[in-house]
């Protein structure tokens, strides 16, 4: 089934509120995600999916679909964001994290499907991902952008996030944020912070 609005989620999911007082359901990716996800992709903006990979990308190739929709563990998680659309639910964003072994610093990335930008979904993936980094010992928050992309360096600054060149790219720039010091265990709320068992 390739239209994400007619998914209906059967996996535990966290049910959060936008300023305006829309419910957002967020649960971490399952393999069983990946027509859905392909559909999001590609029901995106030219512009949209510019920014998201940071070039020009009609749909996920097999392989990046794949590793996308396997990031269900603890230091790399893929998060997917819904919202109920004329009475049926629609994948509304995206947002990935990864902290390679024996790091401190956590790599993100996100996007919102072009109706629900600017409602506070983008600030909303964030503040998840921020905490949960937070929760596992990482110390920093970094994201690759397009220097183009002003949308996503509001967002940034919005957050407290400091926006440096990247060495590497001169299209490019980060966006960085040092994280206080770790609290305890992951919030119990987060359903989706633990992964979710993948079927046989």
Not at 13 to 34: F, Q, Y
Not at 112 to 123: I, K, N, P, Y
Not at 160 to 187: C, H, T, W
Request: with cysteine; net charge positive; charged share 25%.
């Amino acid at each position: 089934m390739n239209d994400p609005r007619s998914v209906e989620r059967t996996a535990p999911v966290s049910v959060l509120r936008l300023p305006a007082g829309e419910a957002v359901m967020v649960c971490a990716i399952s393999p069983h995600d990946a027509d859905c996800l392909q559909a999001y992709i590609r029901n995106l903006s030219v512009s949209s999916r510019r920014n998201r990979f940071l070039g020009a990308v009609s749909e996920l190739a097999p392989t990046e679909l794949d590793r996308l929709t396997h990031m269900n563990g603890q230091r790399e998680l893929a998060l997917i964001a819904f919202a109920r659309i004329g009475g049926e639910t629609a994948m509304i964003a995206e947002a990935v994290q990864a902290i390679a072994p024996e790091s401190q610093r956590c790599e993100i990335a996100l996007s919102v499907t072009d109706t629900w930008q600017r409602r506070g979904v983008g600030t909303l993936m964030l503040s998840l991902m921020e905490r949960r980094a937070r929760m596992l010992g990482a110390r920093h928050v970094i994201g690759e952008i397009l220097r183009t992309n002003e949308a996503m360096k509001g967002l940034a600054r919005k957050a407290g996030f400091a926006i440096r060149s990247s060495l590497a790219d001169a299209r490019l720039v980060e966006i960085v944020k040092e994280l206080a010091k770790p609290q305890s265990g992951l919030p119990r709320r987060e359903q989706f912070s633990e992964p979710r068992p993948v079927a046989a």
